[in-house]
């Protein structure tokens, strides 16, 4: 019955709001890595993320981050971000550009099958946050 009233509600979502973003389900997935870490930013299974902002920042207050950022199905990756991120600074996507303009708006689909994987050496801590709203599947 449990899984009737699930498919129920499934059903009445998507009639409601099209197949579009939940209004007010969503948040901001913060994960801290420190030296030689890889870590995931991954939806529950069922769910699907649609990212609008991205930011990565070097809290450590003397050493550079060598950080990746890629996309991951588990198995293949494509990397997105492979570059050095100095001591004390940031670098983000989406709502706000970096000074540079070279980091352009972001608009990402994430599932439990396709996600963000981040990986860092020669810092910590290097916290990254990434600010979602749930979409219907």
Do not use: H
């Amino acid at each position: 019955m449990a899984d009737a009233q699930s498919i129920g509600d499934l059903i009445g979502a998507t009639r409601t709001f099209n197949g579009a973003t939940v209004p007010n389900v969503g948040g901001v997935k913060v994960e801290t890595l420190t030296d030689d870490t890889v870590t995931t930013i991954r939806p529950a299974l069922g769910e699907s993320w649609n990212v609008s902002c991205i930011f990565i920042e070097n809290a450590d207050p003397g050493n550079a981050s060598a950080f990746t950022l890629a996309l991951t199905d588990g198995t293949q990756e494509l990397t997105l971000f492979n570059a050095s991120i100095a001591s004390g600074t940031s670098k983000r996507w989406g709502l706000l550009s970096d000074s540079t303009g070279s980091f352009p708006a972001l608009n990402l689909q994430l599932t439990n099958a396709l996600y963000l994987k981040f990986s860092q050496t020669g810092a910590a801590p290097v916290q990254v946050s990434a600010a979602y709203t749930q979409d219907v599947i």
